[in-house]
Structure formats: structure tokens, C-alpha cells
């Protein structure tokens, strides 16, 4: 069946960095584009990051642009958030999707001193 599970996030210092990763199965991931999203709480899910199937194409939230930077390895299944120069926030839930169909469980990200 179609997983996608999400590392741990953890707890991070402002301008910190943290890398989260995503390993999929379950489906042919090189054909879907990626996307990364975040919910905090009180808030909406958002779009963070998003990558076209090959990786030539990278959309970002304002919110992010220049910190962040998403990447994926079709030949292991995976997709990447790396996130640097981090704020209080960027305190959510991260969540990796499959486009347009598939969700992982989540992982907590708290930025705080």
C-alpha cells in the first residue's frame, strides 16, 4: 500500500537548521511531484515546498523562499526538506505528500531557545 513516513523532526534553536526526509513506497514516486506542508497550530495546513517529479521545478511558500530548500532522489524514494536559518515560526507539523493523493503521518518541528 501507498506509505509515506517522515523522519523525526525534533527541537531546534532559532536560526538553526534541521533536515527533514521522507521515504516513499507503495507507488512509482518518479512520476508525482512532491510537496512538503505545515500546520501549526491554531492555523491552516500550508504549502511549504513543492517539487516537479524530476526535480527541475521548485515552488516555494513567501514564508520560506532562501531558507528552505526541497530536494528528492527518485532513485531511493525520497524527498528532502532542508531548512535553515530557522524562526519560532516555523513551529508545525510537517507533512510530506504525494501528489495528489497520498499524506504521511507528520512529524513535529518546534523552534524555540
Known amino acids: 500500500q501507498v506509505q509515506l513516513v517522515e523522519s523525526e523532526g525534533g527541537l531546534v534553536q532559532p536560526g538553526g537548521s534541521l533536515r527533514l526526509s521522507c521515504a516513499a513506497s507503495?507507488?512509482?514516486?518518479?512520476?508525482?511531484?512532491m510537496s512538503w506542508y505545515r500546520q501549526a497550530p491554531g492555523k491552516e495546513r500550508e504549502l511549504v515546498a513543492r517539487?516537479?517529479?524530476?526535480?527541475?521545478?521548485?515552488n516555494y511558500a513567501d514564508s520560506v523562499k532562501g531558507r528552505f530548500t526541497i530536494s528528492r532522489d527518485n532513485a531511493k524514494n525520497m524527498v528532502y526538506l532542508q531548512m535553515n536559518s530557522l524562526k519560532v515560526e516555523d513551529t508545525a507539523v510537517y507533512y510530506c505528500?504525494?501528489?495528489?493523493?497520498?499524506w504521511g503521518q507528520g512529524t513535529q518541528v518546534t523552534v524555540s531557545a
Open positions: 505528500k504525494a501528489e495528489t493523493f497520498a
Open positions: 507503495g507507488f512509482i514516486f518518479s512520476i508525482y511531484d
Open positions: 517539487i516537479s517529479r524530476f526535480g527541475v521545478v521548485t
